[in-house]
């Protein structure tokens, strides 16, 4: 089976966790974009969705899917979303699609989180796929050097990259992420940066996995 299989099957599989009648949030990068299509399949059954991302809000409107700014939205029922690595915990990172701010926002006013992801990206430790850091662009330097100060890593401006908030990334690789949550809120309190993509403080409910044998739902262990 392809990687794009994998991903198609757990994207199909998080259409059981669409609640009716409701404003559901959605997830920026590949994955996120094959649920989106699922997701049109059963468009009229639900209120809309908020994005995560200008793409993802483009592409659920190319599908007749009504869009919804957050701050017209009270509660959202489920964040469904894709990630970069899991561990057991179900801690993620992510962010490597440089959505990682909005993905976050959205996430904490969802009732629930479901990840979809194929196998790959299930890991023992945190930390072989380069953290992304969102940081205002004139405290790139300073935050680069206290990241290096505080946890080692070697971080890695994203070339060309402005996200959608109109900052920048850097993308911390070399770090074996043992404490997510601490590292999470350590990284938090440093001035300049915007968000880090540790989603731990608030980890996935539920993990569909993509796999060879099928889609597994996994919980934290
Ligand atoms: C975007 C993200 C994505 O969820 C993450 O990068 C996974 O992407 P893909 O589904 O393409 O592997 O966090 O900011």
């Not at 259409?15 to 990068?29: F, H, L, Q, S």
């Not at 995560?52 to 964040?79: C, M, Q, W």
């Not at 990259?161 to 850097?170: A, E, K, M, P, S």
């Amino acid at each position: 089976m392809t990687q794009d299989e994998l991903k198609q099957n757990v994207a199909q599989a998080a259409i059981e966790y669409v609640v009716p009648d409701t404003i559901i949030g959605v997830g920026t990068g590949s994955t996120a974009n094959f649920f989106i299509d699922e997701l049109a399949k059963i468009k009229g059954t639900i209120e809309g969705a908020v994005a995560s991302s200008e793409a993802t809000a483009e592409r659920l409107k190319s599908h007749g899917i009504p869009v919804f700014d957050l701050n017209s939205v009270a509660e959202i029922s489920v964040y469904i979303d894709g990630a970069d690595e899991a561990d057991a915990g179900l801690n993620l990172i992510k962010g490597g699609g440089g959505a990682l701010t909005r993905e976050k926002i959205v996430l904490a006013v969802a009732d629930k989180f479901v990840c979809i992801a194929d196998d790959s990206k299930k890991v023992n430790v945190l930390g072989k796929f380069p953290l992304p850091i969102e940081v205002i662009p004139m405290a790139r330097s300073y935050v680069a050097r206290e990241i290096v100060k505080r946890f080692g890593g070697e971080p890695v401006l994203r070339d060309g990259f402005i996200t959608d908030n109109g900052n920048l990334i850097l993308d911390v690789h070399a770090l074996e992420i043992t404490d997510p949550v601490s590292m999470e809120n350590e990284l938090n309190s440093i001035v300049g940066i915007v968000t880090n993509g540790l989603f731990a403080a608030r980890p996935a409910d539920i993990f569909l996995c993509g796999t060879a044998n099928g889609v597994e739902t996994l919980t934290a262990k």
